[in-house]
């Protein structure tokens, strides 16, 4: 008995670490297809370029490539790489990336409802608060 709990358990973290390998889909593809190819057109930073491939779930234009990020229960960005494990690149503040988000979509002229949509997947990178019960 306790060799068939340990083989689920092993079989179980597999799949969670193979579930954290792959990007989360967006849900709503057309707004991404036309928010993406406006910001797109915008010269940005390597580093940048690679969070948003990550946050649109685009095609890679950057090596090391971002497969997943998150957000800290204290307003930080971390980035996971394509064959790591964790969440091992600290990017920064997320307030920066909110802000440096915004200027993003006003030099590419994304509508009100684009923007919106934009800061939506960050707020959606945020771990649930967690209230120790």
């Known amino acids: 008995m ?3 709990l340990q083989d ?3 079989e179980g973290f597999a799949q ?3 579930d ?3 990007r989360r889909p967006v849900a709503n593809v057309a707004m991404r297809d036309r928010v993406a190819e406006k910001i797109l057109r915008v010269r940005v930073s390597p580093k940048f370029d690679a969070i948003i491939d990550c946050l649109l779930d685009l095609p890679a234009r ?3 490539v971002l497969v997943r ?3 800290t229960s204290d307003g930080f960005l971390l980035g996971m790489r394509e064959g790591h494990i964790g969440y091992n690149d600290f990017l920064g503040d997320v307030a920066d990336l909110e802000r440096n988000l915004g200027g993003l979509a006003d030099v590419a002229d994304l509508t009100p409802e684009e923007t919106a949509w934009l800061g939506g997947l960050v707020t959606a ?3 649930p608060s967690y209230s120790g019960r």
Do not use: C, S
Request: no cysteine; hydrophobic share 55%; aromatic share 0%.
């Open 20 to 22: 954290a390998l792959r």
């Open 62 to 64: 950057t090596a090391p």
């Open 16 to 18: 969670i670490g193979a």
């Open 125 to 127: 990178l945020r771990l």
């Open 2 to 4: 306790i060799d068939e």
């Open 69 to 71: 990020l998150l957000v």
């Open 8 to 10: 689920e358990t092993a």
